[in-house]
């Protein structure tokens, strides 16, 4: 489903604290399966996140979604293909305090222009699933730690993007909860979703949920786990 060949990426591009974070890159993701990018701090597994999930271009190579070539798009074509590919659950959830639990859902789906009411109607649904219909009109910030995860999987999949991107998404969350979070993940794959995250936890890249586990060192590929 999704490929990228030959990808490298350069920060900081010929100058002086220029950083390879990511170097000569082939991988395959296959659809409907559960893949964890793992491996130490600053060994390049978000900025290969990123560019599987069409965040960050890649300095050289390309990056394949459906046999299409991605990395190449203008932005605006990035942009969309963002809204309905992809699904993000960002580490920190980037909800909006202030702003009801259903509110943040609803939000990635208002560029697309649906009507209110069957953009409620999903959200509402979404959160159901979830465990959450009950404080869908709750201040985000009422939630707990758990819940708040689970309304930033809502939000990811309001757009029923068939791909879901997360990073290191149960990094402030205690056993019981990450547990949750890995039943939650083989929900999304009886539906067929695919899943791509980054963990440095062994809780996860050691579940029987996930299919195959990438270990990254210094920017570079060092193994496949399948």
């Known amino acids: 489903m999704i490929s990228l060949k030959n990808v490298s990426k350069l920060y900081n591009e010929g100058r002086p604290n220029e950083v390879c974070a990511a170097q000569d890159i082939d991988l395959e993701l296959a659809r409907n399966k559960v893949t964890v990018l793992t491996g130490p701090s600053g060994s ?8 599987i999930g069409c965040l960050t271009r890649p300095t050289t190579g ?21 809204r ?8 920190r959830f980037n909800l909006i305090r202030g702003v009801s639990v259903i509110e ?10 649906p009507e209110y009411h069957e953009l409620r109607e999903r959200a509402q649904s979404r ?12 201040p985000i ?19 029923d993007a068939p791909v879901l991107i997360a990073d ?6 205690d056993t019981v909860l990450t547990e949750r979070f890995l039943e939650i993940v083989g929900e999304l794959q ?5 899943v791509v995250m980054t963990s440095h936890d062994p809780r996860i890249w050691q579940s029987s949920h996930v299919n195959t586990v990438v270990r990254m060192q210094d920017g570079r590929i060092i193994g496949v786990d399948a």
Do not use: W
Request: charged fraction near 20%; aromatic fraction near 6%.
């Open 44 to 51: 390049g597994k978000t900025t290969l996140l990123s560019m």
């Open 62 to 82: 390309r990056v394949f979604v459906d046999g299409a070539m991605v990395s190449g798009l203008p932005e605006k074509f990035q942009t969309e293909l963002r």
């Open 84 to 91: 309905t590919k992809f699904g993000f659950v960002f580490q």
């Open 104 to 113: 943040n859902v609803m939000l990635p789906a208002a560029p697309l222009g």
């Open 127 to 138: 959160l159901e699933r979830l465990g959450l219909g009950a404080k869908a009109d709750m």
């Open 141 to 159: 910030e009422f939630l707990s730690g758990g819940e708040t995860q689970r309304a930033a999987i809502a939000r990811a999949l309001i757009n």
């Open 168 to 173: 290191e998404p149960t990094a402030n969350l």
């Open 190 to 194: 009886s539906e067929g979703k695919t």
